[in-house]
């Protein structure tokens, strides 16, 4: 392509809210432009990497065996209703009535919409197993947009759903989408950290997150340097200690507090750092009371606590049900002297001593707390989100926190989706059974920007060669030089035709700003040709990863180029 | 592929709302499934076949220049008002509000986000002449979803918009996108007529339509057998009579019709046909009233009249402004004796005589009403829309009406566009000047359902090949014989890595249900594998639209597969 028929707005700044390094690199280089807060516009060049990695993509799924198809962005309400996630999606939704008041929601993921669809066509045990999967746009009214287009309302998914008569056939399609996606990374030049995570809001029993390392991730992955745990934060299991508490020689007391019921209140008050409070946050898990205590600095993880306790259903008490409870009033509820709850403390509260703690009474709070001589815990426990330096749940080794953000999430849905749709396949005995599903989920535009962020310098983008928009970047130093840019017309010509896709700079601009715009947009190979050099029958290549340059004969720059792009494609 | 591992649900039966011939057979074939009203999934081989038709839309787009990108679905509502098109658009538009109070319209078309764009970028006259386009999904809450994937809410459009310094260089990429769209339709191995036809709300000034003569169109075309005139119902002129109407011998006089008011009433109650009496609409053209004259059984096309006057904007006149006109009460006025206002009356009126209408009194009516001798209208024209038998307006032979389905349509918009987004260029002079746009769209899967209507017969679908989900289809008689499957194996292998595209029917099924599956799927040949045929080192090949099959040499098969495809793709 040439330059001046082509459009590629490059541009020196960018507006100050580009935080994240790609979305600064790809507005520079004229890859996208935004229309609205999380919306944007992809131009020619952004357009060219989108269609690269979906070739990469598509591929990939093929060679797995999973079948292509394209399901509607808009879905009724109803199925969504039927799952009963229509409320679980919350203000996400994009949900609108038409002009015959029906409801329809922009699919933000198509679970619903294919289930119906597999329990319309495989209905048998022959059917079975399949793998079907989409290229197609997902809606999501994202709250808070940000990082340019790592995250946004409107953005390409390849999302596939897998169907199965058992959980064994179920864990081979797992593992096999899994494999998948590692291939995929590969081939785009990735680095990707898989981990265990949580289902979240599509359910099932097990998840991996592939997580990319960046600081523009919204998402932060614990990981052990001593024995190479990896988990999602939001699941990471921290160990917590074996040991006995601190023996405590000062006297529980009661002082006064009257009308200071919060953490922050009392800590403002007596000049008391929050963690060294115990805070004790009521729950109902199956419709029993639970008492819960952290440090007055940490906050309940429901989850763990949920997953601890073997409960279906976990929710904040209500305040007449702490009051009932704890027989005090809220904000005065305290460990010391809890009867008929269950009490869970959490392992921080072995590992200090002389905590300060609500009293169970009006207007008072304890000192000199300890876990043990004042109060017995039923459990003690992990029950809080793992922090930079706690211990690693299996070696005990210190966790570090990192930055990440999720380019592709599976998940092993079982039979949560088959049953309510009455996905059934009938068996070899004659009965009917659920199908078990798995469901995988690839954010195109996410690893577009995840390319980025791990291939660039402070001169610009470095694309591997399987995504570049153009493997091949051909610049004249003058365009004016007749000699210069009939060499360079007819070899971009040659390239052309032997199918090497070139961006050819012909513009008539000074040579300084050319390089820096081949170098802003990243082409894995820059073919320079200036008169100089020509006169000796040398063309200049340089390689933008390495920023190396060296003299190629003019009559053996096709072999040549084709021999490095194999190369560095490696 | 194999059978058994894709998906593919023929059927015998399907639904009876299916009415369309392309409806049925693509359900019939397990091409698409319907989710909900005027929405669908695409089942492995209807996308395979979108993404045929797409591939051939992208290629012949960028051989005429046009640059590919991709713009969002979701669209602040403001640049809608920005174009003064947030009303227009009507009660066709998908618009929401999200959690911000933000509001947002699901693109139908992008005329606002590309000039938005176009504005930003192409700032002096040597950026130009530009074309962009994209393909992607539209929406519109069709209120009548009709004739399965024809009229949809959800579909793929190609757009593509053109940029000019001037309406010179419109000119020439109207032509080249409309050439464009001719090379696309023949690759397609559709027959399409162009019309020219109206604008509507894109606004602008020109713009043709591609049809494709179907019955389950719901657009018509005016055609001549004389003059080979051809343009859109919608705007298709007719000859109207050049002769001075019958004279008449019969008196004219008032009789009364008290509270009789429509046409209706009249005519029921005094035995006339429609045909027999002159309805007067009163309209006020740029602020001056227009009586309109044509006979009870027409309408009057305001289009057709605001041409006529050369008026920018026309509207029915209120009760009001009726009564003021023509000092009449509403439901009395007629064409006698009407003074001060401009009069149009149709060319039927010429056609016939003795007439009945209006006295422009309360409660009574003329009879023996005659053009001429009774009124002189200011000017007689043709203001309804064509029937079948009209005069043709060129040469006035007789005008037949076609029933078709709109696939294209191209339109030269003007500046409509870029003035509201101050879409200026600088010219050579230094000065700005608004850029001159056209608009192109294609409809592709509209595309698709009009290859079936044109392609098939009683047995099913017969594929061109360049739109064919699969060139080949490869059948075993009886896939037990151990011969005959390992032999479809051999040659399954064979083509496939010779490129071609196969699909193998490897089912366990009857013979006949596999020959009339594959006459159904419509793939361009057939292979069928027989162990009587193989005995003498034979297969037969069958080409779908002909029906008609020969024998091939086994070892010949693939050379000979692909000359005959080379030969049917002619």
């Known amino acids: ?61 093929n060679r797995s065996g999973a079948l292509e198809l394209l399901l509607p962005a808009l879905q009724p309400a109803e199925i969504w209703k039927q799952s009963g996630r229509y409320e679980t999606l919350g203000a996400d939704k994009i949900a609108f009535r038409n002009r015959s008041d029906q409801e329809f929601v922009l699919g ?52 596939a759903y897998s169907f199965d008569v058992d959980e064994a056939g179920l864990e081979k399609n797992y593992q096999l989408m899994y ?43 614990a990981t052990c340097e001593g024995c190479h745990y990896l988990a999602s934060r939001d699941i990471a299991a921290r160990a917590i200690p074996k040991t006995k508490p601190r023996a405590s020689s000062r006297k529980l007391e009661a002082f006064d507090t009257p009308n200071l019921k919060t953490i922050e209140e009392i800590s403002n008050s007596f000049r008391l750092k929050p963690d060294q409070l115990i805070k004790t946050i009521f729950y109902v898990a199956d419709g029993k009371p639970v008492a819960a205590c952290v440090r007055g600095d940490h906050e309940v993880h429901e989850g763990k606590l949920r997953k601890l306790l073997g409960a279906q259903e976990i929710r904040l008490a209500r305040p007449d049900e702490i009051e009932r409870a704890s027989q005090a009033p809220v904000g005065f509820t305290g460990p010391v002297g809890l009867k008929n709850v269950k009490m869970i403390a959490d392992g921080d509260l072995i590992s200090g001593s002389d905590f300060v703690a609500g009293a169970n009474r009006k207007d008072q709070h304890l000192r000199h707390v300890n876990v043990d001589r004042d109060f017995q815990p039923d459990q003690v426990a992990d029950i809080r989100y793992v922090q930079e330096g706690d211990a690693c749940g299996e070696c005990g080794g210190k966790l570090s926190l990192v930055t990440a953000m999720e380019v592709g999430h599976v998940f092993k849905l079982g039979t949560r989706y088959t049953k309510p749709f009455a996905g059934c396949y ?116 340089k390689t933008r990863c390495t920023l190396q340059s060296g003299m190629i004969e003019r009559k053996e720059l096709l072999p040549k180029l084709q021999s490095i792009l194999r190369e560095i494609s490696r």
């Not at 020196?12 to 580009?18: G, N, S």
């Not at 269609?51 to 799924?61: A, G, K, L, N, P």
């Not at 590969?186 to 029993?205: E, F, Q, T």
């Not at 097990?206 to 390392?213: D, L, N």
Request: aromatic content about 8%.
């Open 426 to 541: 009938r068996g070899r005995d004659g009965k009917d059974y659920p199908m078990v599903m798995g469901c995988y989920g690839l954010g195109l535009n996410r690893i577009l920007a995840a390319i980025v962020e791990q291939h660039h310098d402070e001169k610009g983008i470095k694309w591997p060669v399987s995504a570049a928009p153009y493997p091949v970047h051909l610049v004249t130093v003058n365009q004016r030089e007749e000699k210069t840019s009939s060499a360079a017309d007819e070899i971009y010509r040659e390239l052309s035709e032997a199918g090497c896709d070139v961006l050819y700079d012909n513009r008539d601009e000074r040579a300084g700003v050319k390089f820096n715009d081949a170098d802003l947009i990243g082409s894995p190979l820059q073919v320079i040709v200036s008169d100089r050099n020509l006169k000796n029958g040398d063309l200049e290549v």
């Open 108 to 159: 933000p993921t198509h679970e619903e919409v294919v289930t119906e669809l597999a329990a319309a066509y495989f209905k048998t045990y022959q059917a079975l197993p399949k793998i079907l999967y989409q290229i197609q746009t997902k809606f999501r009214d994202e709250v808070r947009p940000r990082f340019g287009i790592i995250r946004t309302k409107e953005f390409i998914m390849k999302d």
């Open 179 to 221: 494999d998948t996606y590692l291939r995929i990374f590969k081939r785009l030049g990735l680095a990707v950290d898989s981990v265990a995570a949580d289902p979240g809001i599509m359910g099932g029993n097990m998840s991996h997150e592939f997580m990319v390392r960046s600081p523009y991730g919204e998402d932060r992955i």
């Open 1 to 61: 392509m040439r330059w001046t028929d082509t459009l590629i707005p490059t541009l020196r700044e960018v507006a100050k809210e580009a935080e994240a390094t790609s979305h600064q690199l790809l507005l520079k280089a004229g890859f996208i432009r935004k229309l609205s807060s999380g919306i944007y516009s992809y131009l020619p060049l952004g357009l060219k990497v989108l269609q690269r990695i979906s070739e990469i993509v598509r591929e990939e799924m």
